[in-house]
């Protein structure tokens, strides 16, 4: 199963780019593909996590390229968790440390530009992004092989 | 140390959303004034305005991805109010309860594991790299699973009588848009036994540190204040879901008790100060000087008269029994507060899923249409009040909210300034583990300050120290 967790508030403008891609990826009906959407990472989902093939994150990114960028990620210790913040890489040091599981992980950060709080849509800028982001994960999906 | 000097921590660490620590120290290096300021303006009572009341309680959930379901209920019992139901089906209520009940429990699961089990079970002034939960999984892996199995059995909960983990539908103005399907019932009533025990386990981690440690915990941060809570109607017993409003004094004393909630504003004024975007509510009857007061886990152990639930009210008597039954004041006693709900949570859910009601079909009720709202609830870090007016064509016209943050607001920035003078006066050096310990005074109160993006690369930790010409003369990043 390859596991897609897009995350964000869909209320704080570009921030949605997550839960919209989510939602995006939901509606292509890929064969083994799970996908979830929410508001930010928790540390339940270290349990989804473990289950699954492959990951990828997908968040909205407000620094870094212009467009979106897709790169592997490794668990990590080096980020701290708390209510409302829970980097992909602590997720997935939680996942190996409690579930000795270490999928293959991903993390899709498209770039957004308007974070101004309490309204919905995406920024034109973030909409040209999202649909490169589209491609690249379709490419990923498709080419990138799932560990046997 | 000849020059006055600025500390500022920004933002805040482990807690919800941005907030700015600034501390002042005097030529002779002893903190002066000590503030947290929140820097970030929400907006959301404008943001509300226009919507038809029907979409609030879903709109609301955006406050805050950690507890929506808080905002989900307060703003659906204001409806309730709007749509003339001042009762509803008991079907309704009982899910309703169910779902605040696997809110509460899983926030507090959260907060106790993950944000402050590391301060406690290594220390405040513990190495950075030792002070997180990666460390306490490594040293105690059991502690860590049983964290993380809770938490999914309190979403499951919100799931299955919200509709979604995120951003539910369940409570509708007037009732709950759903009843709890016999199999989910049994599949969440085949883990009760385990939630039941571990809630036990973890009760009794942080009552043994309480104890072992009580000299630092009644030291720390500890002051007196008045305390403000729903109670059941009547009896005066905790109720998380809905009540009357209680505020009892420092000594236990009642300020004001059984108060209509829809009496808040008679009762509460909301001060502003200039350094702040976050309010500061006083008791009206009690003026701005003496009137502040703190909500919460253990604002709520000392104004109820007792617990409905066997194993938590024996465990809340433990909790009042170290200050001779008075109210007990030491911040860090919220964490020990926050797990006796815990397994109060979990005994009324054990009740609640045995209640054949919760299958019932009488799901909504209907009244008399009014102008005006207010549904006020025990969120898992304190009172949450809601006020609505809508118009004749049901769009929202006015919208107050005071959250739980708001009331404690004064205590915060008093448990701020306590810490901060113990620790970093007349200190040569401000080490991390020094700044660390503001922080922890600060996350015992759980504050949400808001609910704010979470892109990344931002919030970063920001520690920046400026003498008295505001010349950065230190300076720390965290990344996030």
């Not at chain 1, 997908?58 to 960028?69: K, L, P, Q, R, Y």
């Not at chain 2, 300021?37 to 929400?42: A, G, K, L, Q, S």
């Not at chain 2, 009552?207 to 729903?230: C, E, I, P």
């Not at chain 2, 306590?418 to 504050?447: F, K």
């Amino acid at each position: 199963m390859t596991l897609l967790i897009g995350y964000g508030n869909p209320g704080r403008g570009d921030d949605g780019l997550g839960p919209s891609f989510a939602a995006w990826a939901a509606e292509q009906d890929l064969a083994g593909l799970e996908v979830i959407s929410d508001f930010q990472l928790k540390v339940e989902h270290a349990m989804t996590v473990a289950d699954a093939a492959r990951v990828i994150f997908v968040d909205s990114s407000v620094d870094g390229a212009v467009g979106c960028d897709l790169a592997p990620l490794e668990p990590s210790q080096d980020f701290a968790i708390d209510s409302h913040r829970l980097h992909p890489a602590a997720l997935l040091s939680l996942a190996k440390l409690m579930f000795n599981a270490t999928p293959p992980a991903y993390l899709l950060a498209i770039h957004g530009t308007d974070f101004d709080m309490l309204h919905d849509g995406l920024s034109p800028q973030a909409e040209d992004n999202f649909a490169l982001a589209k491609d690249r994960f379709l490419g990923w999906f498709h080419t990138e092989s799932l560990p046997c | 140390m000849s020059e006055p000097r600025l500390i500022e921590i920004s933002p805040v660490t482990r807690v919800e959303g941005h907030g700015k620590v600034t501390i002042h120290l005097d030529a002779e290096g002893a903190v002066d004034e000590a503030r947290l300021h929140i820097v970030e303006f929400r907006g959301f009572e404008r943001f509300i305005r226009g919507r038809l009341l029907w979409e609030v309680p879903v709109i609301v959930q955006r406050l805050c991805g950690i507890c929506p379901v808080s905002h989900h209920l307060a703003a659906a019992k204001a409806m309730d109010m709007i749509v003339g139901v001042d009762e509803l089906p008991p079907t309704a209520e009982k899910m309703r309860r169910l779902m605040h009940y696997g809110q509460v429990m899983q926030s507090h699961v959260l907060h106790f594991f993950h944000l402050a089990s590391p301060d406690l079970l290594f220390g405040f002034q513990a190495p950075a790299e030792k002070r997180n939960i990666f460390e306490v999984i490594a040293e105690q892996p059991e502690l860590g699973r049983r964290a993380i199995l809770m938490r999914k059995f309190g979403q499951d909960i919100i799931e299955a009588t919200a509709g979604k983990k995120i951003h539910g539908t369940g409570a509708i103005p007037g009732g709950i848009n759903r009843n709890l399907p016999i199999e989910t019932r049994d599949a969440l009533l085949a883990q009760l036994g385990d939630m039941e025990t571990w809630a036990q386990d973890a009760l009794a981690l942080v009552r043994d540190y309480t104890l072992t440690n009580l000299d630092l915990v009644r030291g720390f941060a500890a002051f007196d204040s008045s305390y403000l809570s729903l109670v059941r109607t009547g009896d005066g017993a905790l109720d998380l879901y809905h009540g009357n409003l209680r505020a009892v004094d420092a000594e236990g004393g009642m300020i004001f008790d059984q108060a209509d909630y829809t009496r808040y504003h008679e009762l509460l004024v909301e001060d502003v100060r200039s350094w702040s975007y976050m309010k500061f509510p006083f008791i009206r009857s009690l003026g701005p000087g003496e009137g502040w007061y703190r909500v919460g886990p253990l604002a709520r152990m000392n104004a109820v008269d007792f617990i409905d639930t066997p194993l938590a009210e024996a465990a809340r008597q433990k909790l009042l029994a170290q200050n001779h039954g008075m109210p007990q004041h030491a911040v860090l006693a919220n964490h020990w507060a926050r797990l006796i709900e815990v397994l109060h949570c979990v005994e009324k859910i054990r009740t609640l899923l045995h209640d054949p009601d919760l299958q019932g079909t009488d799901l909504v009720a209907t009244g008399t249409r009014r102008q005006e709202g207010i549904g006020v609830i025990e969120a898992p870090r304190g009172n949450l009040i809601h006020h609505y007016e809508v118009d004749e064509n049901d769009q929202v016209t006015y919208c107050n909210l005071i959250v739980s943050t708001t009331h404690n607001n004064e205590g915060l920035n008093r448990a701020v300034k306590a810490v901060a003078v113990r620790a970093l006066s007349h200190q040569p050096t401000i080490t991390e583990g020094m700044l660390n310990e503001v922080e922890v005074a600060i996350r015992a109160y759980d504050p949400c300050l808001s609910c704010a993006t979470h892109a990344l690369g931002q919030m970063p930790l920001i520690v920046e120290i400026m003498d008295a010409a505001g010349t950065v003369i230190d300076h720390r990043t965290k990344d996030s």
